[in-house]
């Protein structure tokens, strides 16, 4: 049956307010899913605002002074950047976990960081044993492992896309101190380690090194992690009269050696790797520490050739500290080379896009300090120093 005009405009335009209605709620639902999927999307630790970096160190305990000026150096430079507009609008904000150099503690702060805290990426842990605690669960999770204050090997093979050492290796450290020592024709070399995963690492790059000139450490003695009870390692190096004791251990306790060897009349040739905290240990040694050495993975810090450290230097004066020292260097020059990576990715901040940042990194210089990150190499420096304690306490190279 044909309906009137008027009945059937009134139809239509029902048909047409009903198709509207329908549409709307498919553009809201379209829109709703679009921002929820938006959000699943999102990358942990990053806002508009802010990008949020985790740290685990020592904190407090024999090891403090190791996590503190780390955290200290590279807070300075985070700081400027902030100030600076930050990183594409996004300030830095580094947050540091207490573990006190203990492998339990660091585990739990990691799971922490990642699980509650939602960080973007991991900084400047300090340590091997802490370090290693954490990089089944970093790796598990995909989240990047920047910077930390350690040199062994562990963390350098098998390649772990999600590890980015910037400073030198512990095999890089002792093949440069066993080359010194036989250039001064000092064969006869003891070893005294921590007993931990960072003084194997440091024992076998020592004993690796030997090696390949056949020779071997003519004796070894121990300590705990976190203890100055050195008795045991004393009565084992001292009567062997070693030319010198190659030390891979903290401030603490190699002061606490070195001390004690002295007491007892077994006067050697000291030699540390760089993790035993430079100025701790001159402090802690005192009138003992001259003629002390320590390796060194970063530029001298009290002398200004290089941009880098006179930025550090500025930076560290404008920031009133006067704790001008290796370790708090390291830890600005790893925040500088982060920020440039974190520069390379873009406003589209992803961990992956910063991975990709990071390794376009080859040949890179940051104010006279070489980084070479590729896909194959997240290993940035192969430079390492040797420096000596002086009478008065200050270290000369």
Known sequence: M???????????????????????????????????????????????????????AAFSGPAEQLGKQMAAGAKVYFDHVNQNGGIHGRKIRLLSLDDGYEPDRAKANTLKLINAEKVFALFGYVGTPTSLAALPIFTEEKVPFFGAFTGAQALREPFNRYIF????????????????????????????YQNDAYGQA???????????????????????????????AVKAIGPVKADAVIMVSAYKSVSAFVKAMKREGFNTQFHNVSFVGSMALAKELG??????????????PWRGTLRIVRDYQEMMKKAGKDNIDFVSLEGYVAAQVLVEGLRRTGKDLTRDKLISGLESMSKTD?????????????????FVDLTIIGKNGKFFR
């Open 2 to 56: 044909i309906q009137p005009i008027g009945q059937l405009e009134r139809r239509m335009q029902a048909c047409s307010r009903e198709a509207t209605v329908a549409i709307k709620q498919w553009v809201g639902l379209f829109s709703l899913l679009a921002i929820l999927s938006s959000g699943l999307r999102a990358e942990p630790g990053v806002s508009d605002t802010e990008i949020l970096i985790g740290q685990s």
């Open 366 to 382: 940051v104010g006279g300090f070489a980084i070479n990150f590729s896909k194959s190499s997240h290993n940035a420096s192969s």
């Open 287 to 300: 009138a003992d520490g001259s003629g002390v050495a320590v390796a060194q993975v970063m530029p001298f």
């Open 202 to 232: 440091g024992l076998k790059g020592v004993t690796e090194a030997l090696a390949r000139r056949k020779l071997a450490p003519v004796v070894t003695g121990t300590v705990e992690r976190n203890s100055t009870d050195v008795a045991a």
């Open 165 to 192: 050492n910037v400073r030198a290796g512990y095999n890089e450290e002792t093949e440069e101190i066993v080359n010194q020592l036989l250039t001064l024709s000092l064969k006869r070399i003891a070893v005294f």
